[in-house]
């Protein structure tokens, strides 16, 4: 059956070329070819151009990378009071780092001796953006009190120290939706966020690799730290775990400020820094070997010798403990005159 089907197809015919026909073919085939090779060279041409386009676009988005960093750096190194703000309230300035004090404007407010209006001050100013429900005031002021008791405490205690701002037109402590906060609507400044902030802003400068910009907010920091938090409540319970997150902070700080001017050749401002972390923390054995380092290298090797013996005796009176190695051989070594240039600081 396929091979009758087949049978019936007959070939297509041959088609041979007239000599007029040939020539005409070859010229527009010619004509095709100097056009496609014009186009080729075109579009090599745009590839080149779009090369050197491609190119200088990447050299600008370069420049303003650049460009950006420098200016963010330098946004970076501005502290944030100096950010303009209009607002027509008086401004309230509470310091929990060291002594409690309050400022209205630039009048310094008698607190209460008696009472639990300043107490209720201290924990909202460190809560400051987070309203604090009554029950959790309640739980912190006056633990395993009845709560009718309790709360009668509290109203009388707020209303007391809404009188310590005279008469304000501000309210500065509100109550809303079951909580009591700081009026967030008023200028509230306290130190302790500021601190924060200039620690947070120097440990971000310094993971980029701007210690240069970092350093001044770590300065800034320091500077605000007048003692440890709400140092006159030590036994306060609600107060130790933020007392010890503030202290870590602040000796981190001041470690970094000692290793920066040891390191830039400021020997005395170095060794003042590990003085005072020694002052908050005398068990630090790393901060002694730095500030015995610091003080052989100094000329002042009897004073290197001498906090070794201030290191031994508060271990063994503290913690009943001897120094560790690194500290004897560190010892050892300023007492004898032997180098100790492979210390690392």
Known sequence: MTHSLVSHIQPAPRLTPRVADTDDGRVCLQTVLETLHDLEGNLQALLVLAHHLNQALNNQHDDLAHVRQSLQAVMDTLPAETV????????????????????????????????????????????RHQPVQRDVLLEALWPNTEPQVANNRLKAAVHHLRQTFGDSPCEYVIFRDGCYLLNPDLRIWTDIEIFESHWRQGRRLERAGQIEAAIPFFVEAEALYRGDYLAEDPFAEWTLIRREELKDAYLTIVDKLSRYWYHNGEREKAGEGWKKILSRDPWREDAYRQLMVCLAESGQRGQALRWYDICVQALQDQLGIEPEPETTALYDRIRTGLPFDNITL
């Not at 303009?84 to 004090?101: I, S």
């Not at 209006?117 to 201290?122: F, R």
Request: hydrophobic share 35%; net charge positive; charged share 25%.
């Open 84 to 127: 303009p703000t209009v607002n027509d309230q008086p401004e309230l300035r509470l310091y929990c780092l060291g002594a409690f004090e309050v400022y209205l404007d630039a009048q310094r407010l008698a607190q209460r001796r008696s009472g639990k209006g300043p107490a209720i001050l201290k924990y909202l100013a460190t809560h």
